[in-house]
């Protein structure tokens, strides 16, 4: 009789963290018949859209969740670091009433959740961390730990000078670091964050080999195993059976538009802007006469709160004086977008966007090239090594940044943003084929004979050797 194994999975709170976190369990669970999972779902005191939302993906049996009591709200929020604390009495009691068959294997925990590896220790098991961003970016935190640990290195944001980190081939800036390694106030947070990484016993990563080769390489002699098994997407999105009904109207806009025409601009889950930069984006998007959709969302009110719609009385205001009707016949500018529909859309010809990490492997596995404007979290390191690295994208800013309470601290010109539309749209062969080349691994990585096939093989006999 085969043995049976069970998983304790803890994703971090946030839909992005947790949609590739249920995708990845289903697509394990679709690999390997005797695995259960069991799902421990952090909810933020704001959060009113997880629970419909994570069920809506669940399709197993053998697919558990949990959701741990809430963390109370409170004025200012809890530090998200001390609701992982918080939240460790919960995670252990779920887990002693879990049944105890099949057996208790291993924790996989969120990249930002490594305080519940102490407990995965309390009950003898080992604990991997589900990295839900790629490769070269998990090299540059282990790294970055190294060279502050033992080399007391520095970093700010003033500063020039480039870095030699082995999971890049290029020299990395210091400028495109992540906010977190580069502001002194959040230097205890960091230091935490890194050691926690350096207790782990492994890393799931959602990226693929034929991806970042280079950094792949640089993990083969390492102390924790690796293994990329990505891209974690949904890959056959259906924009009319999927997409709210209220959104059909964008799907038949973009049926009107000629292959490969509209530029799509979208800044991810938590991305938005002020007024006098959306007016810039605008001027840009008139000026460069492409066919645009853009999804422009309303910035939060407090801190770490998702950005709303505009209604539609509102936006003349925020926008130039008849920009909405003049770009009437070649633009259309909406809210909350049904991203990945919108991207495995035949009209979508190029994407602007804020490089988080989803973002860009949904964009890489639709053929889609980007512009990158990244905001905030590893999104700058991520627009390096789309435009630097790996020369798949084109650059509107690599360093551009906007801090954790919303305000950015420049303005990018009209100017700026419709020079870099107007590259994407004329692409040059070269990148486009590495565009194209990029798709084509995607799709078939996770196939047999690929690398992120072969690397979730490695990782289920590893769980299996378990029990």
């Known amino acids: 009789m085969e043995k049976a194994a069970r998983l304790v999975f803890i994703p971090g709170p946030g839909v992005g963290h947790l949609v590739s976190t249920i995708q990845f369990a289903n697509l394990l669970l679709e690999r390997h018949h005797h695995i259960s999972i069991t799902l421990l779902v952090i909810k933020l005191p704001s959060d009113t859209t997880t629970d419909a939302y ?60 490594t305080a519940m590896i102490d407990v995965a220790k309390e009950f003898h098991v080992p604990s991997l961390v589900f990295f839900t961003s790629g490769l ?11 060279l502050t640990e033992e080399e007391n290195a520095e970093f700010n944001t003033e500063s020039d000078v480039e870095w030699v980190i082995p999971s890049f081939a290029n020299p990395v800036p210091t400028r495109t670091f992540p906010s977190i390694a580069l502001r002194k106030e959040w230097e205890e947070v960091f230091v935490n964050y890194r050691r926690g990484l350096k207790k782990a016993d492994g890393f799931i990563v959602n990226s693929f080999e034929e991806l970042e080769p280079h950094a792949a390489q640089s993990f083969l002699h390492g102390p924790q195993p690796v293994y990329a098994v990505g ?72 801190f770490m709160t998702p950005p709303s719609d505009y209604a539609p009385s509102e936006l003349p205001s925020i926008l130039p004086a008849g920009f909405l009707d003049r770009t009437a016949g070649i633009g259309k500018v909406i809210g909350w977008a049904p991203q990945a529909q919108i991207l495995a859309h035949r009209a979508t010809g190029g994407f602007v966007s804020h490089c988080g990490w989803n973002s860009s492997l949904e964009s890489i596995h639709f053929g889609v090239p980007i512009a990158t404007w990244p905001l905030y979290a590893e999104q700058q390191t ?44 004329e692409i040059d062969d070269e990148r486009r084929k590495r565009v194209v080349e990029a798709s084509e691994k995607s799709r078939k990585t996770l196939l047999e004979g690929g690398c992120s096939h072969s690397s979730l093989g490695r990782f289920i006999d590893y769980i299996m050797n378990q029990v």
């Open 136 to 146: 070269a970016f998990l090299g540059l935190m282990l790294h970055l730990h190294t």
């Open 231 to 302: 891209p974690i997407l949904n890959p056959k999105p259906k924009p009319h059976a999927n997409a709210h009904a209220h959104n059909a109207d964008i799907f038949d806009w973009l049926d009107q538009q000629p292959p490969s025409s509209v530029v799509f601009l979208c800044f991810g889950s938590m991305g938005s802007f002020g007024e006098d930069q959306v007016r810039e984006i605008a001027r840009a998007l008139e000026n460069s006469g492409a066919r645009f959709l853009w999804s422009l969302r309303k910035p939060a009110p407090k």
């Open 54 to 113: 994570t069920h809506s993906l669940i399709n197993s049996q053998r697919f558990q969740l949990i959701n741990l009591p809430e963390t109370p709200s409170t004025s200012p929020p809890t530090p998200m670091i001390e609701i992982f604390q918080l939240q460790k009495p919960h995670v252990r009691e779920a887990v002693s009433n879990l049944s105890p068959t099949p057996p208790l294997a291993a924790f996989v925990v969120d990249m930002f959740c």
């Open 382 to 425: 991520n627009a390096f090594l789309l435009v630097r690295e790996l020369e798949i994208a084109l650059e509107i800013s690599l360093d551009y940044r906007v801090d954790f309470m919303g305000e950015a601290p420049s303005v990018l010109s009209a100017e700026k943003i419709e020079n870099g539309i107007r590259n994407l749209v």
